[in-house]
C-alpha cells in the first residue's frame, strides 16, 4: 500500500503564494497518476489538479492559470503552486494517487492540509 505525506498548507493573505507538497511512499507499487483534491465543509471533495506518469496535467476551470502542477517521477513526489491566493480557495487539500501493484489498480489519499486564505 501507498502512504503519501502532505506538507505546506497554512494561512495566507489574499494574492500571496503557496507551495504544496506530496511524497509517496511503500513498496512494489507504480505510480499512474498523482493529483490534488480539495474540500470544503458541506461540500463533496473536488480535483483541483492532476499530473499522468507521462507530466500531461488537467486543472480545474477555477484554478487554471494560478495553479500550476509538477511531479518527480524518480521520488514519487508531486507538487502544487498556488498563485494569487482568493478566500475561495480556502479548504482541506488532499494529495491523491493512482497506482498499479500487482497488476491491480489502487487509490491512495493523504492525510489533508488546510489552505486558509484570509486577510
Known amino acids: 500500500q501507498v502512504q503519501l505525506v502532505e506538507s505546506g498548507g497554512g494561512l495566507v493573505q489574499p494574492g500571496e503564494s503557496l507551495r504544496l507538497s506530496c511524497a509517496a511512499s511503500g513498496s512494489c507499487f507504480t505510480i499512474n497518476a498523482m493529483g490534488w483534491y480539495r474540500q470544503v465543509p458541506g461540500k463533496g471533495r473536488e480535483l483541483v489538479a492532476r499530473i499522468r506518469s507521462g507530466r500531461s496535467a488537467d486543472y480545474a476551470d477555477s484554478v487554471k492559470g494560478r495553479f500550476a502542477i509538477s511531479r518527480d517521477n524518480a521520488k514519487n513526489t508531486v507538487t502544487l503552486e498556488i498563485d494569487s491566493l482568493k478566500p475561495e480557495d480556502t479548504a482541506v487539500y488532499y494529495c491523491?494517487?493512482?497506482?498499479?501493484?500487482?497488476?491491480?489498480?489502487?487509490?491512495?489519499w493523504g492525510q489533508g492540509t488546510q489552505v486558509t486564505v484570509s486577510s
Open positions: 491523491n494517487a493512482v497506482y498499479f501493484s500487482s497488476n491491480i489498480q489502487y487509490t491512495s
